[in-house]
């Protein structure tokens, strides 16, 4: 643009001096916004003048600098740009195949990061000099890789390696060992990556080094592959993400809508919850009893490498119809025949179940040496591990499952300055948030805190991003519950404290990402949060915001029978349900779970039920959904989190388009409002004797709790003035539930707002703990 001056980093942003016209300089500012880097996020832009006498010859850019306040985000990673997958596959290019290939508009962030500013000395690539051809790269400003710092070529870069399991399943593979091959290698550089694939083709799992961490693999249309994979992974049920070649193998197995395509798409690549297509060719045991499907695309250069062998010419295989139509017939059969390497593969996080997902070396290969065959590694460091993202599409917009690679550490704009804030979120689907000023930097998803495993990443996270954003914290806020690791590990901070009760935190995350202030109705419902009263919560109406809340209605509480067991075996929560509608009855009645019962079984529930032992009272929603799918013989237990809630789901979407109705419910009038559902349990009996499908009565129940959801906030709206009704919590996971809940509140003139950048799970909690505690340590300084 013929301005004169610089550029460089420092920690709170990009800092440029540049001098011109001022209608160039007006011009220079409107483009720094509309013409910004594919992974350039620009929160904010401040400009002054100089003074006159300012001069400078040419535009360069200086050595970053430092500052007394860190204000710049963190880029999260990105997916490999077409740039450089165009060049992975050409012949002719000096990192063809190279699988480690990238630029500045693509590749490893986040993950690669130990300080800022974000220059390669504080990222892993330190220890890789550059060659000359790709200094000249780094240090040309016409080029796609100036300043990218993981850049690197088969010359100066990591290079990946195959090697055998230290405890081996298959037959050593391979070429003869010589004095240069490490113990157990079986494989180097493009060689490994062809190993790979016909290990894969054999029905081989092969641990495979990506960017946050390692994935198990296998042959998704391979049904004893993935039945060993599930073996050994102890992992029964629970569904594998599964990772395609392209778009259009991924139209071949789902039914996409325009949104669903654009996130498989995008730079961040998320796994993506989609239906599954008719013809879908992956085994059945990927996703059991499921008709979703979590599909991704390849995201790093290794993934296109297993999917696409060497072409059997001299040039490029062609990735789509289009480029396939400018070749004669007799080459486009042959193109077709070996376009790709598989239809679909397994891609799950590398751990044994409720273990965080391994990314060192040295750990992946002692905790998965009984789980993979082979180990496709690399020599790059990961600093910071990270899970795939997952997201639902609901009303056209994502809705996050998970919140991890692609997305985290990116920071949520709050509507209003908070002082140093540090949340640490609940124990099941853990995150931590910092705050400061009006940005909250949330986590990767880390995981469940019931093991030192887990809570020593919760621990390095909490380190390492402190360090990242030179966070030094003024409050910890963390939940309720005193038993939490979060909350011991707040207690043990001896800085001020602020307890958060986990459904006011919900509220409040809900809150802050649609730029919420004042007070709003609540609607939370989840599987379980500590209450201010010590029961159980969870189907719950709050009033409130940032400064407080009250318990303006909950769902009527209920016996857990069993405690924890409860949650594992949903029967227990039919039978309680049972026994709350019609008394002991309930023992005696014409279905399934009594049938089961021994006479002392019966006994010892009966006792535990009338007199309340070991049965904590709960208001669960989540524990709602589970004995419903009881009765109706769905799952009377789980391998995984919401699985009963899942069938029910997926069961009501079955349900012709009949005139089901919604169960007759009923409300108390004492304070706070109570939904009693404990009637529609005889209710589904008598239909299930009666022939109604199964279908029918899951539909009919979830129009129950929508109704039930619908009533209760209008009636508290009307009491209360308030018109703006906040859904949170895991059970908001439930796309059909969702969608009947916010149409019917809509229709009744309220406005709704739902979570878009955080889970409703257990993954905003920090958010929302965060944001209550800024705000009232705000108000109180």
């Known amino acids: 643009m013929g301005l004169n001056g610089w550029v460089r980093n420092n920690p709170e942003g990009v800092q440029i001096e540049a001098s011109g016209t001022e209608e160039r300089l007006a011009h220079f500012i409107r483009r720094i916004r509309s013409e910004a880097p594919p992974l350039a996020v620009v929160t904010g832009l401040q400009h002054q003048s100089l003074p006159d006498d300012f001069s400078e010859d040419g535009f360069t850019i200086r050595e970053s600098g430092a500052s007394n306040q860190c204000t710049t985000q963190v880029a999260p990673d990105a997916a490999l740009c077409s740039g450089c997958l165009r060049e992975l596959f050409d012949p002719a290019d000096r990192r063809y195949r190279y699988p480690f290939i990238t630029c500045t ?17 504080n990222t892993t690539m330190a220890g890789f000099p550059l060659c000359p051809d790709c200094l000249r790269e780094y240090h040309d400003p016409l080029d796609r890789r100036f300043h990218a710092q993981p850049v690197a070529c088969p010359v100066c870069g990591p290079q990946v390696r195959l090697i055998q399991s230290p405890s081996p399943t298959l037959p050593l593979l391979g070429r003869e060992h010589d004095s240069s091959t490490q113990r157990g290698e079986v494989g180097r550089g493009d060689d490994a990556i062809l190993q790979t694939i016909d290990l894969l083709k054999t029905g081989a799992i092969v641990a495979v080094k990506g960017i946050g961490g390692y994935h198990l693999v296998v042959d998704a249309c391979n049904t004893d592959a993935v039945a060993r994979l599930r073996e050994r992974k102890q992992r029964d049920e629970k569904p594998f993400a599964v990772m395609v070649p392209n778009l259009e193998a991924a139209r071949g197995m789902a039914r996409l809508d325009d949104m669903e395509e654009r ?3 995008s730079p961040e690549s998320p796994i993506v919850i989609v239906r599954r297509g008719t013809d879908c060719p992956v085994s059945a045991l990927v996703a059991p009893g499921n008709s979703l499907l979590g599909l991704m695309l390849p995201y790093t250069p290794i993934h296109h490498l297993l999917f696409s062998p060497h072409p059997p010419f001299g040039h490029p295989l062609p990735q ?23 239809t679909a593969l397994v891609m799950t996080s590398a751990n044994l179940s409720d273990e965080p997902i391994a990314f060192q070396d040295a750990d992946a290969l002692q905790r998965l040496s009984g789980i993979a065959d082979c180990f496709l590694l690399h020599d790059r460091p990961i600093h910071t591990r990270s899970d795939d993202s997952v997201i639902r599409v609901f009303q056209e917009r994502p809705l996050f ?23 640490v979120g609940a124990e099941l689907k853990s995150a931590v948030c910092i705050v400061k000023g009006r940005q909250a930097f949330l986590s990767q998803h880390i995981g469940d805190l019931q093991s030192d495993t887990t809570y020593d990443t919760f621990r390095q996270t909490i380190q390492h991003m402190s360090r990242l954003l030179e966070f030094v914290p003024e409050t910890v806020a963390c939940d309720l519950h005193p038993d939490y690791l979060s909350s011991v590990y ?19 995350a809900c809150m802050a990402e649609n730029g919420l202030e004042g007070e709003t109705i609540g609607l939370i419902f989840d599987g379980t949060g500590y ?23 909950h769902f009527r509480q209920i016996g857990l029978p069993g405690g924890d067991a409860a949650v594992r075996e949903p029967w227990r929560m039919a039978l309680a349900y049972l026994y709350q509608a019609v008394g002991e009855a309930a023992f005696v009645l014409n279905h399934r779970i009594a049938g089961h019962l021994s006479t002392a079984e019966k006994e010892l529930f009966f006792s535990m039920l009338e007199k309340g032992i070991n049965s904590p009272l709960t208001s669960s929603c989540g524990r709602l959904f589970d004995a419903v799918a009881a009765l109706l013989n769905i799952r009377h237990f789980v391998s995984y989190d919401g699985q009963a809630a899942i069938e029910l789901e997926a069961l009501a979407e079955k349900a012709d388009d009949g005139p089901a109705l919604p169960y007759e419910l009923k409300y108390s009038a004492e304070q706070p409002l109570q939904v009693d559902f404990s009637g529609l349990f005889p209710a589904i009996l008598a239909q299930l ?38 859904l949170s919590g895991g059970v908001f996971q439930n796309r059909l539930l969702t969608e009947m809940i916010y149409t019917a509140l809509t229709q009744q003139g309220l406005q709704v707002f739902t979570h878009r950048l955080t889970p409703p799970n257990d993954g905003c909690i920090a958010l929302g703990q965060a944001a209550v505690a800024g705000w009232q340590t705000r108000r109180n300084n």
């Open 105 to 121: 508009n693509c590749g490893p962030r986040y993950s690669i990061i130990t300080a800022i500013p974000y220059d390669r000395p």
């Open 689 to 726: 004797q009666a022939g109604v499908s199964t279908a029918t009565i899951a539909w009919s129940f979830h129009a129950s709790v929508a109704q039930a959801a619908t009533e209760t906030c209008t009636r508290i709206a009307a009491e209360s003035g308030l018109d703006r009704i906040v």
């Open 531 to 553: 209450g201010s009263d010590g029961t159980i919560w969870g189907g719950e109406f709050l009033i409130g915001g940032y400064n407080g809340f009250r318990r303006a209605g």
């Open 490 to 508: 707040a207690d043990e901070s001896r800085l001020p404290l602020v307890k958060v009760q986990h459904h006011h935190a919900h509220l409040a």
């Open 263 to 265: 996130l498989l798409a």
């Open 320 to 342: 789509g119809e289009g480029e396939m139509s400018s070749l004669a017939p007799w080459e486009r059969d042959r193109m077709r025949d070996h376009r790709h390497n598989f």
């Open 401 to 423: 499952y998970r919140r991890a690679r692609g997305y985290a550490p990116r920071a949520i704009l709050l509507p209003f300055r908070s002082p140093p804030v540090l949340a």
